[in-house]
């Protein structure tokens, strides 16, 4: 068999969504140590994605002629997704990025899969079979997978690179080691990623019946961009009332808002996109990508410690990784075969429908010569 982008595709755009991920997190986090506004980054980020994606959205429409409107039930659906899904999830996250550290937001954050997955299996979306292959590979991968990215952040060991062999003006990212926080602060940070973890999971599910709603990706993005950017400068304006926050008096706070903005238009379309082809567990199970990416990284470029539990933690997040998409794929292929079955189904319906209707003519032709006569 050939490499076809359909099967493929979604797999790889899922990846390389997850290097941008890793990319924002740091550049977030130095903008935010250099004293930026995290809701203030939350508005300035999503009115960018809106800009961004209002292009694709002229485009799109004039060429499909699909209409933005959305309906009533399409309208409650993409707010209360853009409420707790967008706003919420982006503010819980970037807050809890500030309070504690870039590592701790990318190793929290893995819990998404195991959130997802039990999302997913409550609203009815992941199937669980007693004695299936495909059931047991999804919630082994998923635990794997969960657990590679936990011994990460957990388990040390010994070291495999030295930081201090590397040179130390390698990149400007070393501002982020400028800021320790500890205590009381570390503790409410990673509460605020955890319940950002739960915002992002409840987003990836409710794609599901936006996508069965709306159909077309770029108008639902659009949309959601659109009104998380009014409910993100609601909530900013009611807590923070000095208008100096809104100020980008630096140019890493302008360039974070500016990639922060088209990185959110695209990771939309993607997920979107995504979900509507693999389902939501498919695109939440790569997530923890995202660590091994930061991981790595940041031992080169921001002289981290690099240990041998974060190596095998890499190692066990791509095996399970590896298990749950082959889960996936199985179900892929079932869905496949069904579909030919019902559309083979059809065809012989067809041909028997095809192979009456001659008869039926001639007897109407026979009728109508009858009827002549008379």
């Given amino acids: 068999m050939g490499w076809r982008f359909e099967d493929y595709g979604p797999a790889l755009a899922m990846v390389g969504l997850q290097c ?7 550049f977030s986090r130095a903008a935010l140590v250099h004293g930026m506004s995290p809701r203030v980054f939350v508005v300035y980020r999503n009115a960018i994605a809106t800009l961004t994606m209002a292009p694709a959205l002229y485009f799109s429409t004039r060429i499909s002629g699909s209409r933005i409107f959305i309906g009533f039930r399409g309208f409650s659906l993409i707010f209360i997704t853009a409420l707790i899904g967008v706003t919420g999830n982006q503010n819980a996250y970037f807050e809890g990025l500030y309070l504690s550290s870039s590592s701790a937001a990318s190793a929290i954050v893995n819990l998404i899969p195991a959130i997802t997955f ?17 059931t047991a590979a999804k919630i ?24 201090q062999n590397l040179p130390k003006n390698i990149s400007f990212l070393n501002m982020l080691g400028a800021v320790h926080p500890e205590g009381d602060t570390w503790l409410l940070g990673c509460v605020l990623l955890f319940v950002s973890s739960c915002f992002w999971a409840f987003w990836i599910i409710m794609l599901v019946p936006i996508s069965r709603h709306c159909p077309d990706p770029i108008i639902s993005c659009t949309w ?15 807590v923070d009332d000095n208008t100096k926050v809104w100020n980008l ?74 298990i749950v998409l082959w889960g996936k794929a199985k179900d892929v292929e079932e869905m496949k075969r069904r579909r030919a079955e019902v559309q083979n189904g059809i065809d012989d319906n067809s041909e028997k429908n095809d192979i009456e209707q001659p008869l039926l003519c001639d007897e109407e032709s026979d009728e109508t010569i009858k009827h002549d006569k008379v």
């Fill in 118 to 134: 039990v999302m997913a299996v409550t609203a009815g979306l992941e199937k669980l079979k007693a004695r299936s292959w495909r």
């Fill in 140 to 163: 082994i991968g998923t635990v794997v997978c969960v657990g590679g990215a936990a011994s990460m952040a957990l388990i040390k060991g010994p070291k495999l690179l030295n930081a």
């Fill in 20 to 26: 941008i991920y890793s990319v924002l997190a740091i």
């Fill in 224 to 238: 959601l961009l659109f009104i998380a950017t009014i409910l993100s400068g609601v909530f900013t304006v009611l």
């Fill in 249 to 322: 008096p630096s140019l890493l706070q302008f360039a974070t808002c500016l990639y922060a903005g088209t990185s959110s238009a695209l990771s939309f379309f993607v997920q979107s996109w995504c979900v509507s082809r693999r389902g939501p567990l498919f695109t939440a199970l790569f997530n923890p990508v995202c660590t091994v990416i930061t991981t790595f990284v940041s031992s080169l470029f921001m002289h981290e410690q690099l240990y041998f539990g974060s190596l095998m933690g890499a190692i066990a997040v791509i095996i399970g990784l590896y």
